[in-house]
Structure formats: C-alpha cells, structure tokens
C-alpha cells in the first residue's frame, strides 16, 4: 500500500506566515508568551541520529516572595509503531520497542527531564480496531511485576527520572482481567502506583469494550519529588479532569491513542480546556502513524472492511493552568517534546482567576446525583397551555 502524504503539522503551517503576522496568531492562538530552554547539544545530536523530532518550550512564571520556584522538565514522547509490522512475535515487537524507548529516555536524561510519559498502550499496536482477541490479549502484562515496568524501573533509578508507562495491564488475582493501565514509577525505580482508564471508548476504530472494562481506580495523585501528577485518559470526558484537579494534582498527563478526522479537531482543545479550568499543567501524549493488521476488519461505518488503523495524529502539547500552551510535535514523526514549568504558576493562576472560588460544586452534586437516578426527570421549562376556558 503507498503511504499517503500526511500534512505535517499546524505549527509548521503558522511558520510560514510573515513573521509579524505569525506572532500575531500564535498569540491569540496560543496565549502568553513562552521562552527558550536550553537542550544540551548532545541530546540535540542524538535526537537527529535516531529520527527523533525534539523541542521544547519554556512557561513563565513570576517569582514569588514567599514560595521558592518549583521547576520541573517533562517528557512527552510519541512514536510510531512502524518499521514493526503489527504481525511481528510479541517478545520481539517489545523488545524493539524498549530499544527505542531508552533511547528517547536518554535523550531525555541528557536535557535535565524529570518526569517522562509515553502514549496509551505504547509497547503495542493499537490493535483494538480488529476485535480479534489473538495474539493481543498476551500483549497484557502485570503492572507491578510485568517486563516493561521491570525495564523502566531501572531507567528511572539510572536517570532519576519518574516514568509514566500506560499499557494492557493483565490482573492475575483478579481473574485474569485485563485493564488499560498507566504505571507510574518514581525517580528511585520503585512502582509508586497505577491508575486504570476510566472512561472507555465506543465508537469508530475505538472498539476498546471488547477488552477491559471501565477502570476502578478513582483519581489517584501521586505525590512525586518533582510534584503530584495524575494520568487523566479521559480526555472527552471534564468531570475526569476536575476530580484530579479536586485531588490536589499540578501536572496532569493524558496519554492517548487518537486518530481520524472526527478526533483530531478535539484533541487541541479539550485538555487545553482542562487546564484552564482546573489551574494544572496538562501534558497531552499520542502515538503516530497507521497501523496495518492481517486480517480486514470493519469500522461499522458502512464501508469496505480494510486493514489500516485510523490515522494516529501524533501532535503532542502541554497547556500550562493560564492557557498558554506549547508547541505541538509533528502529526508526521517520532517526536520528543521537553517543557519546563514552575508549578508555582498553578496557585498564581487559582489567584488571578479564582474559579475554583466560583466553582459552585455543591450545585452540581445535588443535580449529578439526581440525574444519576432512572427515574430523573429533567429540568425543562415549556410554555405553559392555554386553559380551554380561555380560548
Ligand atoms: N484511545 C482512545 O480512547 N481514543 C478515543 C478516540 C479518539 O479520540 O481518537
């Protein structure tokens, strides 16, 4: 099959504006202004070496008397599956995909990050578009004990780095389930916890309730030396994103596997939003590229069954608590986004705006737990009919 010509990116779009004309836009497109950090050569050199695309983006902060900058660097890292064909042996296609990962883990390293996240399901196709249950259900591993936590968590005490690793996750104690899991392991290479997808996909190519139900992990935070984080799956979804920041997060990472033209006008906007109305860093993740299966499968949408996956628009970004965001990586390519953020600038934002003062959550308790109920009846105001006596 030739590959189709994929647009590369809505930055490098912008880029070739005038340039005052460019700095108008990404003005209003983007919000306040960001500044340079600096990336030692050597990660520049091995990024070009291994066809990773990198940049990186600075938020700014004000000082503050009081409180001393919390800064940190994080790692948003999006790959493509490809050159491994989706039929490659399980063992092997992790196995290549740990080689790679450690590479884009060093160049990390090498630039001063703390915290790295991966996309959803990155030690495996995206193959929940065929329903076929084999050979992907063995792709599911133990989140605490499996090889890709076993693998990261010696990156993570080598490069003092806390490593969030979405995967399949396998729960042998709890009948063999399987779940969409992120793992989240310290800068010390010790399993601080997981956090299971809560809400689950059922449209298109998403055929997602084939394999693992809703997750039951709540909303944890994890508290981390370089700040408390979260992993927010549930990008479509806001009262997903409000709990964790109700649960005290800073850094919120939303690793996906998006594609399609239905998806893609979203995926700018809703953890942009998330961050703005919740006052923490969003940081949202997504694989790239086609994936091509053996066997033809149907998107129920009518058309001739294929064996290509949606399109995975690759474009990760970080939105900082005042809507100024980075950034994106390519739709096109491997790609490593460094940003750096004082977390300082979520209280700073939570004074300046003052939502969560206006935020009114008792209300919308008492109208969810209404409208939880089968018997709810909703709240619409009709214009009243005429009595008969008066017509
Ligand atoms: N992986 C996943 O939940 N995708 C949802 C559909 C999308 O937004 O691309």
């Not at 690793?165 to 104690?173: A, F, M, Q, T, Y």
């Not at 299971?196 to 996909?201: A, F, L, Y």
Request: glycine share 6%.
């Amino acid at each position: 099959m030739s590959e189709i010509k994929e647009f590369e990116s809505v930055d490098s779009a912008l880029h070739q504006l005038p340039k005052d004309d460019y700095e108008r836009v990404k003005k209003i497109l983007y919000g306040s202004d960001t500044h340079e950090i600096s990336v030692p050569e050597e990660s520049k050199e091995m990024a070009s070496k291994y066809n990773i695309e990198l940049i990186s983006c600075g938020f700014n902060c004000k000082e503050e008397q009081l409180r001393s900058p919390k800064v940190v660097r994080i790692g948003l890292f999006q790959h493509k599956l490809v050159p491994f064909p989706t039929t490659t042996p399980i063992q092997e296609m992790k196995y290549a995909l740990f080689k790679f990962a450690n590479k884009a883990i060093r160049i990390a390293a090498r630039a001063g990050v703390n915290i790295f996240c991966f996309p959803e399901t990155w030690n495996m196709p995206y193959a929940f578009c065929t329903r076929e249950k084999t050979p992907w259900c063995e792709y599911a591993e133990n989140a605490q004990f499996g090889p890709t936590t076993k693998m990261l968590q010696e990156l993570a005490t080598i490069h003092n780095m806390v490593i969030i690793s979405p995967i399949l996750e396998r729960d042998e104690i709890h009948n063999d389930s399987i779940w969409n899991t992120a793992v989240v392991i310290d800068n010390h290479g010790d399993y601080l916890g997981k956090h299971r997808k809560n809400h689950i996909p059922r449209t298109a190519d998403f055929s997602e309730p084939v394999y693992y139900a809703e997750g039951n992990t709540g909303h944890p935070v994890f508290e981390t030396e370089f700040g408390k984080i979260a992993v927010c799956f549930g990008r479509h979804h806001p009262l997903d994103w409000l709990v964790f920041g109700l649960n005290g997060a800073e850094l919120v990472f939303c690793p996906a596997a998006a594609g399609g033209v239905a998806s893609e006008p979203l995926w700018s906007i809703e953890s942009r939003n998330a961050a703005i109305t919740n006052n923490y860093f969003t940081c949202a993740v997504n694989r790239v590229g086609t994936e091509i299966f053996e066997n033809e499968f149907s998107s129920g949408d009518g058309k001739q069954p294929h064996r290509d996956s949606e399109y995975f628009y690759g474009s990760s970004f970080v939105t900082a608590p005042n809507g100024t965001r980075s950034p994106g990586l390519s739709r096109t390519k491997n790609g490593l986004l460094i940003a750096e953020m004082d977390l300082n600038l979520c209280r700073q934002v939570k004074d300046q705006w003052g939502f969560q003062l206006a935020q009114r959550l008792e209300i919308y308790a008492e109208c969810l737990s209404k409208a939880t109920k089968h018997d709810f009846v909703p709240h619409v105001i009709r214009k009243a009919c005429r009595p008969s006596s008066t017509l």
